[in-house]
C-alpha cells in the first residue's frame, strides 16, 4: 500500500529518557511534516522539512531534533522526555507545491 | 500570525438535519484554506479545499474574505458522517498548515 507510516503506534516511557519516532512515506513526496495533537486535540504544526529546507516551530523545545536520512524518512527525536511532551505525534507528507498533506496513523506517546 | 478558528468543540445534530461546522479564519494576505476530517480509528484526511470548489460526501465549504469565514456545509447529515473534522489554513509560499481546535460532529439516528 501507498501511505505515510509510522513505528511504533504507542510509546509509553518514563521521564527523562530518550525516544524515537520513524516515519516513512512511500509517495514519492518531497517535503514531510511532523504535527503534535494535545489531550484537546489540538494539532500543531512541530517542524516541515525536505531536502534543502527544515523549518522549525519556534514554540518547540530543542529537545525535539527531526532526523532525515533520506526523502522517504523523517524520524523524530526527543531527549528527556516530559510529561507534558505525552500526545498523538503525526506524521505527514506533501509534494512541494502540493496541497494535499497525506497523514500517517499517529503515534501515541504516553510519558509516566 | 496566522490563526484558525472552531468556535464549537462539538455538534450534535440528528440524522436528516443541515449540519454547519465553522471555521474563522485571521491572516491578512490570501490563504488556501481546508477541511480535514479523521474518521474513528482513521488517519486524518482531506476532505476538501477552497480552489476545487468541488462537493465531497455531499459537503461544501465557501470562502468568504469579507466574513474570513471558510464554513463546512451539508443540507442533509448521514450517520457516517460522524467525525472530527478540522479547518486548516495554508500561508501562501508555506507548506505547513495551521490547524483550528476540531470539531466533533455527532450525528444520531
Known amino acids: 500500500d501507498t501511505a505515510v507510516s509510522q513505528t511504533p503506534k504507542y510509546l509509553v516511557t518514563q521521564m527523562g529518557n530518550d525516544k524515537s519516532i520513524k516515519c516513512e512515506q512511500n509517495l514519492g513526496h518531497d517535503t514531510m511534516y511532523w504535527y503534535k495533537q494535545d489531550s484537546k486535540k489540538f494539532l500543531k504544526i512541530m517542524f516541515s522539512?525536505?531536502?534543502?529546507?527544515?523549518?522549525i516551530n519556534e514554540t518547540v523545545p530543542n529537545r525535539f531534533s527531526p532526523k532525515s536520512p533520506d526523502k522517504a524518512h523523517l524520524n523524530l527525536h526527543i531527549n528527556s522526555l516530559e510529561l507534558g511532551d505525552s500526545a498523538v505525534y503525526f506524521c505527514?507528507?506533501?509534494?512541494?507545491?502540493?496541497?494535499?498533506?497525506?497523514f500517517g496513523p499517529g503515534t501515541r506517546l504516553t510519558v509516566t | 500570525a496566522q490563526r484558525v478558528t472552531q468556535p464549537e468543540k462539538l455538534l450534535s445534530v440528528f440524522k436528516g438535519a443541515p449540519v454547519e461546522l465553522k471555521c474563522n479564519y485571521s491572516?491578512?494576505?490570501?490563504?488556501?484554506l481546508f477541511w480535514y476530517v479523521q474518521y474513528s480509528r482513521q488517519r486524518l484526511q482531506l476532505l476538501l479545499r477552497h480552489i476545487s470548489r468541488e462537493s465531497i460526501k455531499g459537503f461544501t465549504a465557501d470562502l468568504n474574505k469579507g466574513e474570513t469565514s471558510f464554513h463546512l456545509k451539508k443540507p442533509f447529515a448521514q450517520e457516517e458522517d460522524s467525525a472530527m473534522y478540522y479547518c486548516a489554513l495554508r500561508e501562501p509560499g508555506r507548506r505547513a498548515l495551521t490547524f483550528g481546535s476540531g470539531t466533533r460532529l455527532q450525528v444520531q439516528p
Open positions: 522539512y525536505n531536502n534543502k529546507e527544515l523549518i
Open positions: 491572516y491578512s494576505g490570501s490563504p488556501e
Open positions: 505527514a507528507s506533501s509534494h512541494l507545491e502540493g496541497n494535499e498533506q497525506y
